[in-house]
């Protein structure tokens, strides 16, 4: 069972992700696990990526699709993945697409988390970050027991740059634009399935196990 997680930037796609690789026993992979892994383990593909990281610049796609199936030739994916993250735009899909036919593979499953902006900018403009431990939590949906401090080291919590609203809204416009067109894209393979995101995240989970039916 071979699934990419679409959706917006803050729709849930990773809770899902992880709650499915933990369900179905295939792994959750995202590009930068697999690029940290590589640099660590100091692969020739590790190396590469990282002249490229060093001087601030974007791994090049194909640089990315080699890791990517390169990742998949691990024994934990035997039974399938759920890839979050990637691929964020056309050409990425396409060149995955042309590496996974070579390899005599396609992808099974994209599921499109469908959450609204607005919805969106309200719940990331929610989230609050420990200074401290780095927890995180939400003033509405997971609140701390004393507002404004951390119920696991006491220290005080902040709004971060990137769940800012108009950081947020930055975000979303870059999403529509680079990467919405992907849900037409696998539309168009007949893969697409939608869920809504703005149900509790069990009821979202308990969608998508449906549609996958097993």
Request: aromatic share 6%; hydrophobic share 35%.
């Amino acid at each position: 069972m071979k699934i990419i997680m679409l959706g917006a930037p803050g729709a849930g796609k990773g809770t899902q992700a992880k709650m499915l690789a933990e369900k179905y026993g295939i792994p959750h992979i995202s590009t930068g696990d697999i690029f940290r892994a590589n640099i660590k383990e100091g692969t020739e593909l590790g190396k590469k990526a990282k002249e490229y990281m060093d001087k601030g610049l974007l791994v090049p796609d194909e640089l990315v699709v080699d890791l990517v199936m390169d990742r998949f030739k691990a024994d934990d994916c035997k039974k399938g993945y759920i890839l979050d993250g990637f691929p964020r735009t056309i050409p990425q899909a396409e060149a995955l697409d042309k590496a996974l036919a070579a390899a005599g593979e396609k992808m099974d499953y994209a599921i499109n988390v469908e959450v609204p902006d607005e919805n969106i900018v309200n719940r990331m403009s929610g989230r609050r970050a420990c200074v401290g431990c780095g927890a995180t939590y939400h003033i509405k949906y997971n609140p701390t027991k004393v507002e404004g401090i951390c119920d696991v080291c006491g220290k005080e919590l902040i709004l971060r740059d990137d769940d800012k609203p108009e950081t947020v809204l930055n975000r979303l416009k870059v999403y529509h634009d680079q990467t919405q067109p992907l849900i037409d894209y696998y539309g168009k393979a007949g893969i697409v399935r939608e869920v809504d995101g703005t149900v509790d995240m069990n009821d979202v989970f308990n969608a998508i196990v449906d549609i996958l039916g097993e």
